[in-house]
């Protein structure tokens, strides 16, 4: 479960046959990726700071890595680089 409860979303433009959660995204690319294997992910989108549900965020404000409340690990090393926050959106972002 997600520490605030709510699921991301991508809308891909044919939206009519439903959004992709960040849960899709994890169990169909980032769960099944075996040991050794590397993933880089750009989301320049609004929301996207827990695109994937990686098990640890960085703090830029403090320079560290904090373990999710309920996290879920890959075999594989997925870093995810987000335009912004969950809370906000990619304008938010531009200062």
């Given amino acids: 479960m997600e520490e ?3 699921n991301e979303t991508i809308l891909p433009m044919d939206y009519q046959k439903g959004q992709i959660t960040d849960d899709m995204i994890w169990s169909s690319v980032v769960y099944p990726l075996p040991s050794g294997v590397k993933l ?4 320049d989108c609004c929301h996207s700071g827990t695109g994937l549900d990686l098990p640890f965020d960085y703090e830029p404000y403090t320079g560290r890595w904090v373990e999710e ?3 879920a690990h890959s075999k594989g090393h997925v870093v995810l680089f987000a ?3 969950d809370a906000e959106t990619s304008a938010d972002a531009i200062g």
């Fill in 4 to 6: 605030d409860g709510l």
């Fill in 40 to 43: 880089t992910v750009v989301m």
């Fill in 69 to 71: 409340t309920n996290p």
């Fill in 83 to 85: 335009s912004c926050e």
